[in-house]
């Protein structure tokens, strides 16, 4: 007990911990509650706007409101969910949730290609944020780098950081700012196109 931190801290800890794997496991209800106060409920969810309300719980409506859905596969590799539009940019690294095949990994290799999609739009010192899944074959990935799993490594590393890098940068490029507004973007894409259905049954 002496290497704990002060309640308010150690709180966060386990708030950020349930905000992570409810975003890694749609299909659980979870309920957090601190000192008899609701912080967190959530019902399974599967449908599209089932998920986009659960990140909207979780990361806050504004997220939502600024963000783009985003689901490209090739290669192999499936890349889908939410990119916040570089208007929404942050002063700390507070909401970046990325996952490869359901676990939630804070990975050199990934940062550097989300860095680089975002170069061109965004400031050095601004943190982008996003809801991110990158699906592959496990083979693929080796998950046995880190003690905590929090790292892993690809067998093709070039590869999967080229497939990330080319999927949000290209997103990004199709956004284009309103002269009037400098506030608010919106994505130039045909309007069918412009809601991307998303499903769970994808998360492995």
């Given at each position: 007990?002496k290497f ?6 150690e709180f966060?800890?386990?708030d950020?911990?349930v905000?992570r ?7 659980l ?5 601190h000192?008899?106060?609701r912080?967190?409920e959530l019902?399974?969810a599967?449908?599209e ?6 990140v909207a719980?979780v990361?806050?409506e504004?997220?939502m409101?600024?963000a783009v ?8 590799m499936r890349?889908?969910?939410w990119v916040a ?20 990994v804070r ?7 989300l860095?680089?999609?975002y170069?061109?739009?965004l400031h050095?010192?601004?943190y982008p944020?996003?809801?991110?899944f ?10 046995n ?11 093709q ?5 080229d497939?990330l890098?080319?999927?949000?940068h ?8 309103e002269?009037e507004l400098?506030h ?7 309007p069918d196109?412009k ?8 998360i492995?």
């Amino acid at each position: 007990r002496k290497f704990m931190r002060a309640e308010s801290t150690e709180f966060r800890h386990i708030d950020q911990l349930v905000r992570r794997l409810a975003l890694s496991r749609f299909g659980l209800r979870l309920a957090l509650r601190h000192n008899s106060r609701r912080v967190l409920e959530l019902e399974p969810a599967a449908e599209e706007a089932q998920l986009a309300a659960r990140v909207a719980a979780v990361c806050g409506e504004e997220f939502m409101a600024n963000a783009v859905a985003l689901d490209e596969s090739r290669m192999g590799m499936r890349l889908w969910g939410w990119v916040a539009l570089p208007s929404f940019a942050r002063a700390q690294a507070d909401l970046q949730y990325l996952y490869v095949n359901g676990r939630v990994v804070r990975d050199k290799l990934l940062g550097h290609a989300l860095r680089r999609a975002y170069a061109d739009v965004l400031h050095s010192t601004r943190y982008p944020a996003f809801v991110l899944f990158l699906e592959l074959d496990p083979a693929m990935v080796d998950v046995n780098v880190h003690p905590q799993k929090s790292e892993v490594r690809f067998r093709q590393s070039a590869q999967v950081h080229d497939f990330l890098f080319g999927c949000v940068h290209q997103l990004l490029r199709r956004i284009r700012p309103e002269p009037e507004l400098h506030h608010r973007v919106e994505l130039n894409v045909p309007p069918d196109r412009k809601s991307t259905r998303l499903n769970s049954s994808h998360i492995t």
